[in-house]
Every structure is written in structure tokens, then in C-alpha cells.
């Protein structure tokens, strides 16, 4: 215990790099260890931080220090991911097998991370061995400095709502289903923090507002979440505070996060919270409980219903989410004094993902390259110029249309470029993409194929800025994004099985200079593993 302690103490000391010493330092250790959980009834191997499932959430303000120490006291390695925060200069700490080695059983790693001038709703997630179906996720919110207006009151109360479709059987029975290459089944039921239907609740008082920060957690399925007699006022998506819409009914795609306020304007009853399936032919249905304070009764009736396949209300909903530009963000400054539109872009991506069977088993593949990774985190490959371990340029950024192959695919970027990715949707179901170190300009989706024409109908004005967005079937999303953030950054589906069989790659941004100004060191603490193992970091 006493060398843990002093081991705590010389990273504080000694590790914080990239840090401003002037910015708050919280410090957070957790425990993740195997436990029983019982979400839907039914024992299972899940996995728990501090005893927790999900785990603890993280609260925060823009540009905090986040020092978490992470002992893996499972049978075998470890990682975890940070979806939605930037890591500015600092993709070292992503904890994705392509920047960072995995904790070993029995071991320690301590992330050192600054939300930089970042604010919204994220979460985090194990990011190995399909660790994702077993639990170690939780909720990361950055609240804004208390300087820094935020355009709504202070709501009530503040609730994390983890919601995402789950499995009875543990994730080592669905990982080997996809090591044997073959499909998953389709999931079992819905989670609500944990709990199956009416196993969450969350308490409210007549006449008062409170925000709900909802993540899709989730493996594969899209949902969609509502309030029964109750509306949500959109606030903020995943950093950018939103054009103030009401719904009756959001849809949350996987991987995706939304903050709404819902005002208690009902008789003091139990109300239902409804979270459904969207797209599929069987629909899940899992519910909480909006619970008043001196209620009269419990919930009655049936749930509220919601939309079940409707492409095109899903689609319109997605293009009504726009920017308040006139809200602040994590500065003073207005969000929409960053006028992305007026920017010329100098390089057009298009990603198109695909489904096939390499040598017998199902593979999916972006441009149809499906992602291999190597025993070597790629980040620590570029950094000691360890050859053999990828080839910058291996996944083109032009569809292909040749077969699915294996690769390690990393596709190169110049550091300050300001580009158009286009996500090109020729299969029959909703992606959903996600890029890290980054949030990006949603400008515009649409059915079809992407042309230059597609162009003309651009939203370059209130764009939201998010870093997770859906494309529908045979359809199209297009992107915009500045490359201001050097490093080696994931980009993938949120569709676990597809990420876990090959539909990600790695984008390299890179800046020739190799300044401190650009990106930070590699830290001191950082683990080496495959063929960095042995390789020294710095000097401590």
C-alpha cells in the first residue's frame, strides 16, 4: 500500500505534463475489478469500478486536471477511453490500443488529462476485448466556469442517464462468437443506468427544471428516449450548446450524448421514461421512473409509445439540432464567432464502410481496408520510428470499391488543414461514427450518394459542432473539421461488434516541426509494450 501511495505522489509530482498549474487538479482512483451484476435478471460477469456498475461518474469544469489512477485488478489487460474529450496535444492519454499500451493485470496506470477549454455531456468506456458488453462505463461531465455564462438557469438537479442495449450473455461468450467470425445476436434488452425496466429512478419536484445528460452507451442499437406527458427542451450535444428545440421524443444514436431540461409540470405522480429501439424489426422497450416528490401513485398504463423505423422523422430531427450562436461556449466568446463556413477546405474524404467475410469470417471495413491492430501501440511505433508496425497511407481516402483485406490502416493528415470528410452509407442500416481528439461540423446528411452538388445544400452557419454523428441507410453525412490537434487519433464506428472486426482506422496528424507547442512529450509514466517494450520514456 505504502509503495501505491508513494507511486501516487511521484506521478502528482512528476507527471502532469502538459498541465497548467494554474487550472484545478482533481484527483480520482479507481478500483476495476469483476463482479456479479443482475441487469436483466439473470447473473453475469460484469465489470465494476469501485464495486460500482456503471462506474462513478466524473464531474468536472473546463480545463481541470483529471488525475486518475487506474488499478486493473482483472485477469488480463485493461484500458480506458475518454469519448468526447479532446486530449488537446495529448493523444498519448486517449487509452485506445493505438496510442496506449494496456494496464496489466495486477498494475497501475495513472491518466493525466486536462478538459481544455472543453464543456457538455460525455462518457467513458473500457476500451479492449470487447470489454464495452461487461460494464467499466460511466458518465463525464465538464460544467462551464462559473464566469462563463450559460444560456439557461440553473436547473434543479442535474441527472446522468446512461442508457444502451445488453446482452444476458457475458462478453467473453460474444467476444468469441466474433473471434470464431461469426454475427452477434440480437441484443436481449435495454439498459437505464444499469437497471432493467423500472429499475432506475429519478426524483423531481413539482414546478422545478432539471437536466438530463443522456449517453447511448450501448453496442449496436440507436434509441430513442421520452418523458411520459413530458417535454425536453434540447440544451447541449456533446460540448455545443444547441438552438433551444423542444421534443417530444429524441433520438440518441449509439455512441452519442445530449443534455435536454424537463420541467415537472405534471400532477405529483410517477411518470414513465421510455428508451425503445430504433430501426429494428423486434423493438426493445426498457423504462425508469420520474418519480415526484409526494407522489400520489405509482406509474399506470402503458409506456409512451415512440418511433419505431421512420428513417425520414429521424432524419429531419437530426438537421433541426443546430448551434445557439449566441451562447457562450467554454470561453466568453460567442459560438458562433468561429465561422466555419467561410473556411475553404483543402482536402475531400470520403469513408465508405462495408461488411464481408475475409478468409471464412465476417471482417468490416472503411474504403475495404479492415483494421488489424499490431501488438505495438501505433502512437509509441511513430514515436520511437519503430518500423514495421504501419504504413502511413495504408487506407486510401477514396472508396476503393475493390474486396475487404486486412491492414493497419492509418491515414495521414496535415496538422492545421481544414477538411470535408464524407461518410458514404451504402449498407441498409444506421452508422454511427465517431472521431477522437476532435469535435467536428455537421453540415449536412442526406439520402443517396455524395456529390459535389450535395454541397449546395450545406448548412454553413449553425452547423452543431459534436464528435459523434449517425448516417442512415444508403445514405450520406458530411463533415467538416479542422485539424488543429497533433497526434494519432482513432476513428471508428460505434457499432461495437463492426470497431472490434476491423471498421476503424487510425487518422495521423502530423506537424513536421515537432514542437512542445504542437504536442506535448511523451509522458513519463507512459507504458511500453510489443516492440516498445524496454524503450525508456524520459528521465524521471
Given at each position: ?13 512528476v ?33 465494476l ?8 461518474d ?69 476500451s ?7 460494464g ?9 466556469r462559473?464566469?462563463i ?17 445488453w ?18 445476436p ?30 447511448n ?12 406527458s ?37 400532477p405529483?405522480q ?18 425508469a ?149 476532435y ?69 495521423r496528424?502530423y ?30
Open positions: 500500500m505504502r509503495s501505491n501511495i508513494l507511486a501516487s505522489l511521484l506521478v502528482v509530482a507527471l502532469c505534463l502538459g498541465t497548467n498549474a494554474e487550472d484545478p487538479y482533481r484527483f480520482i482512483t479507481w478500483n476495476v475489478t469483476y463482479g456479479d451484476i443482475y441487469p436483466l435478471g439473470v447473473r453475469q460477469q460484469g465489470i469500478i469501485n464495486g460500482q456498475f456503471p462506474g462513478p466524473i464531474h468536472s469544469v473546463t480545463n481541470d486536471n483529471l488525475i486518475i489512477n487506474v488499478f486493473n485488478n482483472l485477469p488480463e489487460p485493461f484500458l480506458i477511453s475518454w469519448n468526447g474529450v479532446q486530449q488537446r496535444r495529448n493523444s498519448w492519454q486517449d487509452g485506445v490500443y493505438g496510442t496506449t499500451c494496456p494496464i496489466p493485470p495486477g498494475k497501475n496506470f495513472t491518466y493525466t488529462l486536462q478538459v481544455k477549454d472543453q464543456i457538455g455531456s460525455f462518457f467513458y468506456f473500457p479492449l476485448a470487447f470489454h464495452k458488453a461487461a467499466g462505463f460511466g458518465g463525464l461531465r465538464i460544467l462551464s462559473p464566469r455564462p450559460v444560456p439557461f438557469d440553473e436547473p434543479a438537479g442535474d441527472y446522468t442517464v446512461l442508457i444502451g442495449d446482452y444476458k450473455k457475458n462478453h467473453t461468450d460474444l467476444k468469441a462468437i466474433l473471434d470464431r467470425g461469426k454475427k452477434l440480437f441484443p436481449d434488452g435495454i439498459l437505464i443506468n444499469g437497471r432493467g425496466s423500472n429499475g432506475a429512478s429519478f426524483a423531481v419536484e413539482q414546478g422545478k427544471t432539471y437536466r438530463f445528460r443522456i449517453s452507451v450501448g453496442l449496436m442499437n440507436s434509441l430513442n428516449i421520452r418523458f411520459q413530458h417535454t425536453m427542451k434540447l440544451v447541449e450535444v456533446e460540448g455545443t450548446h444547441t438552438v433551444q428545440t423542444t421534443y417530444s421524443s429524441l433520438d440518441v444514436h449509439v455512441g452519442q450524448s445530449y443534455s435536454v431540461l424537463v420541467t415537472a409540470d405534471q405529483s410517477d411518470f414513465y421514461i421510455a428508451v425503445s429501439s430504433r430501426f429494428t424489426n423486434q423493438v426493445l422497450t426498457s423504462t421512473i420520474l418519480r415526484y416528490a409526494n407522489s400520489a401513485g405509482p406509474v399506470s398504463g402503458p409506456p409512451p409509445g415512440g418511433p419505431t423505423i421512420q428513417i425520414d422523422w429521424s432524419l429531419n430531427q437530426a438537421r433541426s439540432i443546430r448551434t445557439n450562436l449566441t451562447a457562450s461556449g467554454p470561453r466568453p466568446n460567442p459560438q458562433g464567432s468561429y465561422h466555419y463556413g467561410l473556411i475553404n477546405t483543402t482536402r475531400t474524404i470520403i469513408l465508405a464502410n462495408s461488411a464481408g467475410q475475409v478468409n471464412g469470417k465476417q471482417r468490416y471495413a472503411v474504403n475495404s481496408v479492415s483494421f488489424v491492430p499490431q501488438d505495438t501501440p501505433l502512437k509509441l511505433a511513430d514515436f520511437f520510428k519503430i518500423g514495421g508496425v504501419f504504413r502511413v497511407g495504408s487506407i486510401s481516402d477514396k472508396p476503393s470499391g475493390g474486396g475487404i483485406y486486412l491492414d493497419t490502416s492509418v491515414m495521414g493528415a496535415d496538422f492545421r488543414a481544414f477538411i470535408e470528410i464524407v461518410f458514404q452509407n451504402n449498407e441498409n442500416i444506421v452508422q454511427s461514427w465517431h472521431l477522437d481528439g469535435a467536428f461540423f455537421v453540415v449536412g446528411m442526406d439520402g443517396g450518394q455524395w456529390t459535389p452538388a450535395s454541397r449546395k445544400g450545406y448548412n454553413l452557419n449553425d452547423a452543431v459542432s459534436r464528435c459523434t454523428t449517425q448516417v442512415y441507410p444508403k445514405s450520406w453525412t458530411a463533415i467538416y473539421l479542422s485539424l488543429d490537434n497533433v497526434g494519432m487519433w482513432n476513428l471508428r464506428t460505434e457499432f461495437w461488434a463492426r470497431q472490434y472486426l476491423g471498421q476503424q482506422f487510425y487518422l496528424v506537424s513536421p516541426v515537432e514542437s512542445i507547442r504542437d504536442e506535448y512529450p511523451i509522458p513519463r509514466n507512459a507504458l511500453t509494450c510489443g516492440k516498445a517494450a524496454g524503450r525508456h520514456t524520459r528521465p524521471l
